[in-house]
């Protein structure tokens, strides 16, 4: 049963401190989301590869988040410096790209909380 | 621009009771939309998609074009419900998700 994994699970850190979130998607997924999810605004997307090119970043604060696909089984997103407000879940979802929407597979998640 | 409104941030149901979940979309073309769950300290995952028509866990949801509405609805409510529920809409052509802020459903026993 293929899955997205993440990792860390768990991340605390404290204020100032460089965080890197990683994520392995499907294999033979092309497009891989990368989401935040607060109590309050619920689930934002912050960035969207499709075959490992980024072609929407414009959820994502530029001066400090950063995302990557170094390859395609390796999705990875940075935040430095971090901020407390930065404190969310930020999942990682796959899919099959092609016309149309199609379903995203959503990994646990990594709980970040930054002191 | 495309937009997902689910205006219930909480929605407690007793057992038994029949439960709908609202979703409104702002989309100026034809959307795909989607019900995703997720279950306590679990992944998000697909509950159902418009196209499909199909019930799943005895929920259904119609996409109603004219109030550009997707409400899921179920009959009769169990506890193991009681979930996170995220609308979605995806944009025709592409592959990029609008997710509604989500409602959380707490049925009671």
């Known amino acids: 049963d293929a899955r997205v994994t993440q990792t860390p699970r768990d991340k605390v850190t404290e204020m100032g401190q460089e965080v890197t979130m990683r994520c392995q998607p499907i294999?033979?997924?092309?497009?891989v989301f990368w989401y935040r999810q607060t109590m309050m605004q619920g689930l934002e997307l912050l960035a969207y590869?499709?075959?490992?090119?980024?072609?929407?970043d414009s959820g994502m604060p530029k001066d400090r988040f950063s995302a990557e696909m170094p390859d395609a089984t390796l999705a990875t997103l940075k935040i430095q410096p971090s901020e407390p407000r930065d404190s969310a879940v930020y999942f990682c979802?796959?899919?099959?790209?092609?016309?149309?929407?199609?379903?995203?597979?959503f990994g646990p998640g990594t709980r970040l909380t930054v002191l | 621009a495309q937009r997902v409104t689910q205006p219930e941030k909480l929605l407690s149901v007793f057992k038994g009771a029949p439960v709908e979940l609202k979703c409104n979309y702002s989309?100026?073309?034809?959307?795909?939309l989607f019900w995703y769950v997720q279950y306590s300290r679990q992944r998000l995952q697909l509950l159902l998609r418009?196209?499909s028509r199909e019930s799943i866990k005895g929920f259904t949801a119609d996409l109603n074009k004219g109030e550009t509405s997707f409400h899921l609805k179920k009959p009769f409510a169990q506890e193991e419900d009681s979930a996170m529920y995220y609308c979605?809409?995806?944009?025709?052509?592409?592959?990029?998700?609008?997710f509604g802020s989500g409602t959380k459903l707490n049925v009671k026993p």
């Open positions: 979802a796959s899919g099959l790209g092609g016309p149309g929407g199609n379903e995203q597979f």
């Open positions: 294999l033979g997924h092309n497009t």
């Open positions: 590869f499709r075959n490992r090119a980024p072609l929407d």
């Open positions: 989309y100026s073309g034809s959307p795909e």
């Open positions: 418009h196209i």
């Open positions: 979605a809409l995806s944009a025709s052509g592409s592959n990029k998700f609008y």
